[in-house]
């Protein structure tokens, strides 16, 4: 075995070790002024970098990202809607599970993974009484980033309620949700916040506030307004992951002190970094128009993807994200998000080459 261990999964990732010792420290009781000045600050900052306009509210949940979607969905929809979801993968694929589960009817634009979504696919739902559209930002299982300026402008020309699963776009790509007129924003905390899994984060609209008031949800946990309510004096109905919230208060005051462009262009530079990197490997860039936090590869030379991740773990220490389902043996997954630096890469890529030439020799 060689070195440490370096991950390059898409979440849970490195994380820095300023940000891992706040998680170590003894949890303080949180129904304090204290903690609600820090879950003020949380909830002002989360708003200013997703570029959320006037009268937008945070919401915090104790739920991995798929909380965050639900809560999202049943919350803002209900069964009189009729959805459109862009399904290129396994999230999008999610967010028709949550609409089938909850009868809220919905279409989907189907993508073959790795292939971008076009004006063209989007324009075919014009005037079709589409009420509200549910889009992976980035479609994590594939490395797709989709066009969030044609998706707008789709929403915006047909008065569709936006909601956006940003959960792997954050921090990597740049977001603009007002500019975006994006009415829910989802985030998570394990993917480029790089802090533990266990709690997303929705930021709404002055739309989606005035909407979650007016949908009647069948959930305890999941009701919007009863987060808003207590939110107003920075508390949360339940137990929040307090360490967490911690954690999300240091690591967000670090993004704002370096810059949100200079936090995104060091994810886009590792990712550059990386492709450049790996010319001459027999693997080819699966997606079509990538995101900055994930570079999703194809061997070219008939290897299994998922031997690649086999051997990157028992033989050089390292994680990469297999896929699952189909896409098993035809992508890996490598990510650019978390505490990661150039001389990571310079080790992965050498592990990658040795793999690639003893396939050579073996096949
Ligand atoms: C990681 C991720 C999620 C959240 O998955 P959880 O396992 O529930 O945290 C949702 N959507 C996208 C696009 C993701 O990348």
Redesign the pocket.
Known sequence: MQGERLNFA??PVMMQEGIRSIGGEQIPYFRTPEFSGIMKENEALLREISGAGEGSRAVFLT???????EMAVVNSFCRGDKLLIVNGGG?GE?FEKICRLHGIPFESILLPPGTPLTEGHLSRYDNSGITGMLV??????TGVLYDMEAVSSFCRRNHVFLVV?????FLADQIRMERWGVDVL?L?S??ALALP?GM?FLILSGRAVERAGQVSVKSLYFSIPDYLKDGERGQTPYTPAVSVLLQLNARLRQVMEGGVENEIGRVQALAEYFREKIEGLPLRMFAASPSNAVTALSPTDGMSAYHYFERLDSEYNIWVCPNGGQLRDKVFRVGHIGDISEKDYDRLVGALHKIAEDGIRNG
């Open positions: 898409v979440g739920g991995s990202g798929t909380a965050g979607m999230f999610r992976n930002m980035h479609e994590t299982s699963d940003a959960i792997s776009a989802i998570s394990q993917k899994p997303s």
